[in-house]
C-alpha cells in the first residue's frame, strides 16, 4: 500500500498537469496532504463516494499516460545510470585523490550528472 | 520555417502516444512521411480542410502538452549537460590518456552518460 502510494505520488508529480483541475486538487489533497476523502467531500460540498470516484478515475488516468509516455520508468532507468556514474567517479577519486587537478575536474563531472536528476 | 517542422517532430515524438489515433496519423504522415494535406485527404477520403483542421488542432495539442510538462526542455537542458560532461572527459581521456586503466574507466563513464541521452 505504501509503495502504491509512493508510486502514484510519483505518477502525479509528471503527468499531474494532464489532468482536469478537479481531479488534480482532489489527488493533491489526498495523497500529498494526507487528506481523508471525507474530508475532501465536505471541503468540496461533495459526498465521499463522488471523491472517491474522481480520484480513482485519476488515478487511473495517470497509470495511462505512463502506460503511453514511460516517463517514470525511464526516470528510474535514468536514476540507475546516474548513480552508477557517481560510484564510478567515486573510485576515481579515491584512486587518484593525490591529484588535485583530476580530483577536480572528476568532482565537475559529477556535481553535472547530478543535475541530470 | 524548417525549425518549426523539427520542433513538432520532436513534441511529436514525446506526446504523439497522448493523441487521439487519428490526429496521430495525420502528424506522423504529414510530419515524418512528408505526405502533403492533400494526399492525406485523399488516403482518408476527407476534405483537404478537415485533414488541415486535424493537423493544426494536433500541433496546438502538443504544445500544450509541453507547456505542462517542459519534456521537450527537459531534455535539450539534459542534452547540454551530457555534451558538457563528454567534454569534461575526452580532456581528461587526452591528459592522462598514458594511463590506460584511468582512460578506461573514464571511458566507461562516458558510455553511461550517453545512455542518458
Known amino acids: 500500500m505504501l509503495e502504491e502510494i509512493g508510486e502514484i ?3 502525479y508529480d509528471f503527468y499531474g498537469a494532464l489532468l ?7 489527488l493533491h489533497l489526498y495523497h500529498e496532504e494526507n487528506y481523508s476523502l471525507a474530508e475532501i467531500a465536505e471541503l468540496y460540498g461533495l459526498s465521499r463516494q463522488a471523491v472517491y ?5 485519476a488515478q487511473s488516468k495517470l497509470g495511462v499516460y505512463e502506460d503511453k509516455l514511460g516517463l517514470v520508468a525511464r526516470l528510474m532507468q535514468n536514476e540507475a545510470l546516474i ?6 567517479i567515486d ?3 579515491k584512486e587518484y585523490g593525490d591529484n588535485a587537478e583530476l580530483a577536480e ?3 565537475l563531472i559529477s556535481a553535472k550528472a547530478e543535475c541530470l536528476r
Not at 20 to 26: D, G
Not at 53 to 57: P, S
Open 9 to 11: 505520488s510519483l505518477l
Open 83 to 88: 548513480g552508477e556514474i557517481d560510484e564510478a
Open 91 to 93: 573510485r576515481l577519486v
Open 53 to 57: 470516484d474522481a480520484v480513482r478515475k
Open 20 to 26: 482536469p483541475e478537479k481531479q488534480r486538487e482532489f
Open 105 to 107: 575536474s572528476l568532482a
